[in-house]
C-alpha cells in the first residue's frame, strides 16, 4: 500500500476538475473535492460541479443543505477517512480545488481551539453589522498582527474568527495555530498547479459565467430562494447567488447582475492565486498537457 497523494490546486476556472477526471482515467484513483462551494446541495449549475452522470466518483460534494456552515474542521474529520480508506484499496487520493484553507487544514493542521462563547459570537456579529469591518481589524492589528497580516483582511468571517479566538481564549490565533498536527502524513505526495496567465484566465471566467447563465443558474437561484429563503442561499459559500438574488428581487438588472458577478469571480481568483503562489513545491502548468507530463515524470501515472 503506497501513501502518495496527489494535490491539484488553482485559481477557479483554471480546468482543474478536467484535469483530475484525466488522471482519474489513467491510474486507479478516489476524487476528493476540496472546495468550499461544492458541499452545497442543490447549488450546482453556479458551483461548476462536476456533471451528472459521473459525480458519483466525487467525494466530498453535495454534503450540506444551503444556510448551513461547513468549516475547516469540518472538511478534515470526513475527508481524512476517506483518503486512508483510498490508501487502503491501494487507490490514488487526488484532492482537488481552490479552497487553500481546507488544504491547510488537512496537511498542516487544524488548532483545537475551545469552543467560542455563542454570546460573544453574537456580540462581535452585532458589532460588524454596526460599525463595518475597520474596527475589529484595528483591534485584531493590536491583539494578533501575525494572523491579520496573513488572513485575507477583506473576508468579515476571517476576521471576526480571529479576533474571536483572541478575545475568548486570551490567545492570539497565530499560537493556536503553531501548536497544530497534520491531520493526515503522506509518504509521498505531488502537488500541481494550473494557472493558464491572467488573461486567458479572465476570459474562462467570463466564458464560465456565460455558461452557467445559459445552462439554467438564474432559474436555478430562483428555485432555491422559494425552498431555502434568500438568506440561507445568500449565507452559502457560493460566488453569484447573493448577485442573481439581488436581480430577483429587483435590485439590479441581469446585466448588472453578471458584470458584478464576474468581477467577484476575478476578484476571488487573484486570491487565490496570490495564497497559492506563496506555497512551496507546487509544480505550475498552463495546461493540462504539461500537468499530465509532470506526472508521467514523477511515476504518478503507472
Known sequence: MKRDLLVIIGPTASGKTALAEQVHQ???????????????????????????????????????????????????????PLIESAWARDLLPILVGGTGLYLKALLDGLAEIPPIPADMRARMEAELQEAGLAPLLARLD?????????????????????????????????????????????????????????????????????????????????????????????????????????HLDGEMDLDQARTAIVVQTRQYARRQRTWFRAQNDIHWHADAATALADLSTNHFLS
Request: proline share 8%; net charge negative; aromatic share 6%.
Open 26 to 80: 489513467q491510474r486507479p484513483s478516489a476524487l476528493i473535492s476540496v472546495d468550499s462551494q461544492l458541499v452545497y446541495r442543490e447549488m450546482d449549475i453556479g458551483t461548476a460541479k462536476p456533471p451528472k452522470p459521473g459525480r458519483e466518483a466525487w467525494s466530498m460534494v453535495d454534503l450540506v443543505d444551503p444556510g448551513q456552515s461547513f468549516s475547516a474542521g469540518e472538511f478534515c474529520r470526513r475527508s481524512v
Open 142 to 246: 493590536a491583539a494578533d498582527p501575525e494572523a491579520a497580516s496573513s488572513l485575507d483582511r477583506k473576508n468579515p468571517r476571517r476576521v471576526l474568527r480571529a479576533l474571536e479566538v483572541y478575545e475568548a481564549t486570551g490567545q492570539p490565533l497565530s499560537e493556536w495555530q503553531k501548536r497544530t498536527k497534520p491531520s493526515l502524513v503522506p509518504e509521498r505526495s505531488v502537488w500541481l498547479g494550473l494557472d493558464p496567465g491572467r488573461e486567458a484566465l479572465e476570459e474562462r471566467i467570463l466564458a464560465r459565467v456565460d455558461a452557467c447563465l445559459t445552462a439554467g443558474w438564474l432559474q436555478e437561484t430562483l428555485e432555491l430562494k422559494e425552498k431555502w429563503g434568500s438568506e440561507a442561499v445568500g449565507k452559502s459559500a457560493a460566488i453569484g447567488y447573493p448577485e442573481l438574488l439581488a
